[in-house]
């Protein structure tokens, strides 16, 4: 039976990568690029026919940091689909990262250097700001609209005799440390990315508690250091180009240097052919390439603690209701405007 694909963040990177990849090696799929920017979801959309002709690959405008826009998006795809195999949530941004250089150079010469090149723990930070629904944007997009998708797609994702999965990208770079429970969105600090995986990771495992039961499981992977437009806005891509053979040294002391975005979606495309029962919800899955190009998946526990995950998940949903009141009210200001315009005229 044809299986249901929705993919997030899909006209580039990573998320690209994994759809080629799905259409390569598994017949019978529907696929769906939920993306923001629909001129690159066309040539995405073109490409992947260009090399899989006859595949079934659909357009759904979705801008994940923005809450009408995924109510919208979800709305749609109720119209569109009866049921939902896979949900990946990919969409991501790192905006205005900074390298902390002398950080760098100590690390070098530290016992940590692998954990340094794998994690990059203690070299990045980033500029946040509010967005229109006034949250902040890397907690917007990287976690909180993706919730908020999961939540209005449960009719799809939590049928009776039927299984879903949600696959989150997450990172390495998520760190416990990065995150506050009392500053889920990270107002106050300057690594809201890393926050924002690490809270992905604890959503992730609150789901499955939650979930299960249900036919829904939720999995998180790490696709490793890949050359995309994220991470051409931390270094420029000449810059990547030039250092290219010290990559490849690199990866021969740390197969976490998967480089291109192909091998970066190994453990997307792993999950895919994995049954949901054979998986454990406390693993971060990791793409790893090793010296000789060999690409595998492997899991690694993640450091997550029960209660958080759970104050976590009870967090979201309390913003939701928030936000959703907000909304309404905002309808209903614009309905009454638009009568008093009508009535003046
Ligand atoms: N590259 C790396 O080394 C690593 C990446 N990751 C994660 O991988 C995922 C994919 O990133 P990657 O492929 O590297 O980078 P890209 O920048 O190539 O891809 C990011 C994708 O997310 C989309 N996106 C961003 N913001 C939104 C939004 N508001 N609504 C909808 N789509 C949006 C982008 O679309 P648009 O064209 O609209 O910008 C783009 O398709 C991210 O979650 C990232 O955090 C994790 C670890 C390492
Ligand atoms: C000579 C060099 C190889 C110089 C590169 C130094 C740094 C810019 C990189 C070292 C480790 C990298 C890294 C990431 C970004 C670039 C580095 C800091 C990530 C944070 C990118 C996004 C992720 O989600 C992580 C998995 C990456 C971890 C490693």
């Known amino acids: 039976m044809e299986r249901v694909v929705i993919v997030t963040g899909a006209n580039s990177g990573i998320g690209l990568a994994l759809c080629e990849r799905l259409l390569t090696e598994n017949s019978q799929i529907r696929l769906c690029l939920a993306c923001r920017n629909m001129q690159r979801a066309e040539a995405a959309r073109s490409a992947l026919l260009t090399s899989h002709t006859g595949a079934c690959v659909d357009l759904l405008h979705l801008d994940v940091g923005s809450v009408r826009s995924v109510l919208t998006a979800a709305k749609e795809v109720k119209t569109r689909y009866r049921k939902i195999d896979f949900l990946y949530l990919n969409a991501g941004i790192m905006p205005n990262p900074q390298v902390d250089i002398r950080a760098f150079i100590k690390g070098l010469f530290s016992r940590n250097v692998i954990n340094m090149f794998a994690t990059a723990e203690g070299l990045l930070t980033q500029q946040d700001h509010l967005n229109s629904d006034g949250l902040q944007e890397v907690f917007a997009t ?204």
């Open 142 to 345: 990287n976690l909180f609209g993706h919730f908020l998708m999961i939540r209005e797609l449960e009719p799809l994702l939590c049928q009776a005799g039927h299984t879903s999965r949600v696959v989150w990208t997450s990172s390495s770079n998520a760190r416990r440390s990065a995150f506050d429970i009392e500053d889920m969105q990270h107002r106050n600090g300057t690594e809201p990315y890393s926050s924002s995986k690490y809270a992905s990771d604890m959503l992730s495992l609150a789901l499955n508690r939650q979930k299960n039961s249900q036919g829904l499981f939720s999995s998180v992977i790490c696709p490793g250091l890949v050359m995309t437009n994220l991470t051409y806005g931390i270094l420029p891509s000449f810059f990547w180009t030039l250092i290219m053979p010290i990559m490849w040294l690199i990866r021969i002391f740390t197969n976490t240097f998967t480089l291109t975005p192909y091998n970066g979606a190994e453990a997307l495309h792993w999950l895919f052919l994995q049954a949901p029962e054979s998986l454990d919800p406390r693993a971060k899955y990791h793409s790893l390439t090793s010296g000789l190009g060999t690409n595998y998946t492997e899991p690694q526990r993640m450091d997550i603690d029960e209660e958080m995950s759970e104050a976590l998940y009870k967090k979201l949903l309390k913003l939701e209701t928030v936000v959703r009141r907000k909304l309404s009210e905002e309808n209903a200001d614009n309905k009454a405007y638009q009568q008093y315009l009508n009535e003046t005229e």
